[in-house]
């Protein structure tokens, strides 16, 4: 294999004791597209930093065309040709596409005299290159997703890239954007440019992809010629594994509907319309692939971004949902996916994060009463098991599964009738994830009726008393507890069978 | 001590009455930068309400009246920026700096820099002694910080300026309106503002337009010296309390130390770095700039 632009042998990298890649091997061959393929948290992120140098190994070695390199640090991988796009392009919005393009091809000189001519031609030429037409003096806010991505795809060739990753680049593309990156991917491949691309989505990967690696908890599958498989065989080594031993049993008896989503949509957050029903004691799992709407259709529901059509019911009784807080009042409550951001507020002490939601119900005038307060912070956190050094401890200095369980406690101190859970288990260790799933059944069994979005395919399978799938803004599918297979609910989500919204 | 004259009762009464309306009116600027605002008209509202209470005395106006009507006036003033930083979502910096300059321009165009004089009796120190006047002021400033204390530490009210300052959004998903909690600490300042107009305006015969400069400033730099932090939900009130002390003590203490007193500024200036350098006085962790931004990069 002398001909690797990029050669990865028996990559290990563990963090704090979690084994992320385990002798994991990728190479990338001038002018080729490999893909890179694997669920959540198979390692695919992890493997990325290590040949961008943002993580260096614990063991394996690294060589970039046929040359051992020694101590990858990103600098070193930049003056090697080895760059990455991420979904969100990083470009500056508020200059120009040329200035864009001339602040990574310059040597920073700040009294230089800028040459705006060269500039515009460089920046011309390399544009020119990925075949986008866009003008150099066009503002970086004024271009559409894919010409962004396009402008930064010219900016790092500018700079000698000769690897280029790509994660997700599609992810919030439409159909016809997406073939416009594909034929740029397409004519760079002739000038020998190799790709590392990542996408949840197969059929583009069977149309771009020379050759597939997959991963799975972070030791590779294998690698495949991308003619020498199809999208089942695909998914099957992709998932692989058994799923449900690790889950709490399943709902033993649903009641009545708590809550009746009829025909409601929010056009500004790409929600077309959507209808469905849960039960009293059910959880119901929204499955679906990143950008596929869940979590807007979360936001609609709890009222962030208010529905502009449909009905929702809960118990029965239509209710008018403008704010996150007419949604409380009306019982539904929502944990959102990040809650570093949005769940909890960190620089606010436990104590203070759990009642913050409730204050009508357990201060009717006003005032706070500091021993109420106390007990129901006290009874959360031997309820919950939260661990920390006491309900006067600050939030943001709790690990994160102990804050997801403070963010918890917060909804369920409120007693609400429909729990939303978004991500419920992210960023969380597996001890904590099973005493959060524990907790959820018991919330269920409580009466609550339960929606928990999560993309771990295996948690959802596995926690689900019944599963939707959502693609493009709409539920394309619903299974029951008995008929989930991973690769059924993967196949929905993927939109395999081809069917359009 | 190096001068004692400066401990008299006398003295300290003067220094008392003279600081209570700086501390009414922080009181208002602590709540607004507890929400991770800010408000630069407080000066130029605390001139029209001076002017409006001075007029209504003329007219004959009891104290609680002209009280009433002064922090109805600047409840209103107040209410306006509330509506264009909470309704409209304008920056509250712009957004101040514009009805700072409509208030004081209005009021030249309006009393061409014109005294209100001719005050009646029953004006100065509410128509009683001196003496009595100066505890009357003193006591209405403390009594304003005791209930902040109440309102910031006990309520809910208090508790939900804390978490919209910290995080608009999370507090919103927690089911507060941060909008209702911004409008209404602009109302609330405004109302402050007024109230320690009429703390001002009672120690003197008459009142001067021109009243009022440079109050934003001082509020502001008392409630950064207190502990509270410009980027909002820290701080606590008793901290400013201590930070207008500290602030008000530099003139005087200058004076009563024989050094010239134009260092007054400087020294106040010096002050309120060496506060902001050690995050306040008033016992908020302290956080670095580079803290600050790692968390920007974090969102």
């Known amino acids: ?501 | 001590m190096a001068a004692p004259d400066f401990f008299k009762p006398r003295q300290l009464l003067a220094l008392g009455t003279a600081t209570a309306p700086v501390l009414v009116a922080a009181m208002g600027v602590t709540m607004i930068i507890l929400c991770r605002q800010i408000d630069i008209s407080i000066g130029s509202q605390f001139a029209l309400c001076s002017v409006f209470i001075g007029l209504a005395a003329q007219k004959g106006g009891g104290p609680l009246e002209l009280v009433a009507l002064a922090m109805g006036v600047g409840g209103v003033m107040g209410a306006v920026n509330g509506v264009l930083v909470a309704g409209v979502g304008l920056p509250s910096i712009v957004v101040t700096l514009a009805t700072m300059a409509t208030w004081r321009e209005s009021l030249r165009w309006w009393r061409e820099g014109e005294f209100v004089r001719n005050l009646p009796e029953t004006f100065q120190w509410f128509g009683a002694s001196q003496m009595t006047g100066q505890w009357l002021v003193i006591t209405a400033g403390i009594m304003v910080l005791g209930c902040m204390v109440m309102i910031t530490q006990f309520t809910a009210g208090g508790r939900f300026m804390y978490a919209v300052g910290s995080d608009p959004e999370a507090a919103r998903l927690a089911g507060i309106r941060p909008m209702w909690v911004t409008f209404s600490v602009f109302v609330s300042a405004g109302a402050l503002t007024g109230l320690a107009a009429v703390l001002n305006a009672v120690r003197f015969t008459d009142v001067d337009p021109k009243t009022g400069t440079g109050l934003e400033m001082q509020a502001i730099a008392a409630a950064v010296v207190g502990g509270v932090s410009v980027a909002g939900g820290r701080g606590r009130v008793l901290g400013v309390f201590a930070g207008v002390l500290l602030l008000a003590c530099v003139g005087p203490g200058l004076v009563f130390l024989n050094l010239p007193a134009q260092w007054e500024r400087a020294i106040q200036g010096g002050i309120i770095l060496l506060a902001v350098a050690s995050d306040g006085l008033g016992g908020g962790r302290p956080r670095r700039l580079r803290e600050q931004h790692e968390e920007k990069k974090r969102r």
């Open chain 1, 1 to 501: 294999m002398n001909d690797s632009v990029l050669d990865l042998r028996s990559i290990s990298k563990s963090f704090q004791g979690v084994q992320a890649l385990r002798e994991v091997s990728f190479d990338l061959k001038a002018g080729e597209v490999h893909a890179l393929l694997g669920e959540n948290g198979a390692g695919k992120s992890t493997l990325i930093k290590v040949i961008t140098g943002a993580h260096s190994p614990d063991e394996g070695e690294i060589r970039v065309n046929g040359h051992k390199v020694e101590r990858l640090d990103p600098g070193m991988a930049r003056r090697l040709g080895i760059a990455a796009i991420y979904q969100q392009p990083a470009l500056f919005a508020d200059l120009s596409v040329s200035e864009n393009i001339a602040l990574a091809l310059e040597a920073p000189a700040p009294f230089r005299r800028i040459r705006w001519g060269g500039r515009r031609a460089a920046a011309a030429r390399l544009l020119r290159r990925v075949g986008a037409r866009i003008d150099p003096d066009a503002f970086v806010c004024e271009l559409s997703m894919p010409e962004q991505q396009l402008v930064e795809i010219a900016r790092v060739l500018g700079t000698g890239a000769r690897v280029l990753i790509m994660d997700e680049p599609t992810a919030s593309l439409t159909p016809g954007e997406v073939s416009a990156l594909q034929e740029a991917i397409r004519v760079l491949k002739q000038d020998g440019v190799g790709f590392v691309y990542i996408s949840h989505r197969l059929p583009e990967v069977f149309e771009l992809a020379d050759r597939i690696t997959v991963l799975r908890d972070g030791t590779s599958v294998g690698t495949f010629h991308a003619a020498s498989l199809d999208e089942s065989d695909l998914i099957r080594r992709m998932v692989g594994r058994d799923l449900s031993a690790e889950y709490p049993g399943a709902c033993k008896h649903t009641g009545p509907v708590r809550l009746e989503v009829r025909d409601v949509g929010c056009v500004a957050s790409g929600v077309p319309k959507v209808s469905f029903q849960l039960r009293s004691g059910e959880i119901v799992g929204l499955s679906g692939l990143v950008g596929a709407g869940r979590t807007e259709l979360a936001r609609v529901l709890f009222g962030i971004t208010p529905p502009d059509s449909g009905q929702i019911l809960v118990d029965g009784n239509e209710v008018r949902i403008v704010s996150p807080r007419s949604a409380a009042a009306a019982g539904i409550c929502y944990l959102p996916e990040d809650r570093r951001r949005h769940g909890i507020v960190l620089e606010m002490s436990l104590l203070v994060n759990i009642s913050l939601a409730i204050h009508d119900k357990v201060f009717p005038r006003g005032w706070i009463l500091e021993d109420a307060e106390r007990r129901l912070a006290s009874r959360f956190v031997g309820e919950l098991g939260i661990k920390c050094a006491g309900v006067e401890a600050l939030a943001g200095s709790l690990s994160g599964g102990n804050q997801q369980k403070v963010a918890l406690a917060r909804w369920l101190a409120a007693d609400p009738k429909v729990l939303i859970l978004d991500e419920p288990t992210q960023g969380v260790d597996v001890g904590a994830k099973r005493e959060i799933h524990r907790l959820i059944r018991s919330l269920a069994d409580r009466g609550m009726a339960v929606l928990m979005i999560s993309s771990d395919l295996p948690e959802v399978i596995g926690m689900s008393d019944r599963i939707l799938v959502m693609r493009g803004g709409c539920l394309m599918g619903e299974f029951a507890r008995e008929e989930a297979t991973s690769d059924g609910v993967m196949s929905a989500a993927l939109g395999k069978g081809g069917e359009a919204c």
